[in-house]
Nanobody
Framework: QVQVVESGGGLVQAGGSLRLSCHAS????????LGWYRQAPGKERELVAF???????TYGDSMKGRSTISRDNGKNTVYLEMNSLKAEDTAVYYC????????????WGQGIQVTVSS
């Protein structure tokens, strides 16, 4: 079982920046694949960014060019740096941890609210 905890959300003005953090438990964090997703009211959950254990990153269209995902294996933490925030970026942001090879398991955090005021 992997415990996943997000932090760093809150209220920010349009045009501002915010960094989200996600800590995941476990002694093999370096092998995890990690992702950030978001869900706005009335919308489906969507990919923001994904980072493999080989440090290959993928970005969803919604924040491509305005976000950066990174990881610190020594701290068991993945980060999402968001810039030039817009009101439409308001959502609950979730961290996802994927573990394993052929039999992959996924663990989600509780989510953290990001509100961008216009």
């Amino acid at each position: 079982q992997v415990q996943v905890v997000e932090s760093g959300g809150g209220l920010v003005q349009a045009g501002g920046s915010l960094r989200l953090s996600c800590h995941a438990s476990g002694r093999i964090f370096s092998t995890y694949d990690l992702g950030w997703y978001r869900q706005a009211p009335g919308k489906e959950r969507e990919l923001v960014a994904f980072l493999t254990n080989g440090r290959r990153s993928t970005y969803g269209d919604s924040m491509k060019g305005r976000s950066t995902i990174s990881r610190d294996n020594g701290k068991n933490t993945v980060y999402l740096e968001m810039n030039s925030l817009k009101a439409e970026d308001t959502a609950v942001y979730y961290c996802k941890v994927e573990v394993g090879g052929s039999r992959r398991l996924a663990y989600w955090g509780q989510g953290i609210q990001v509100t961008v005021s216009s």
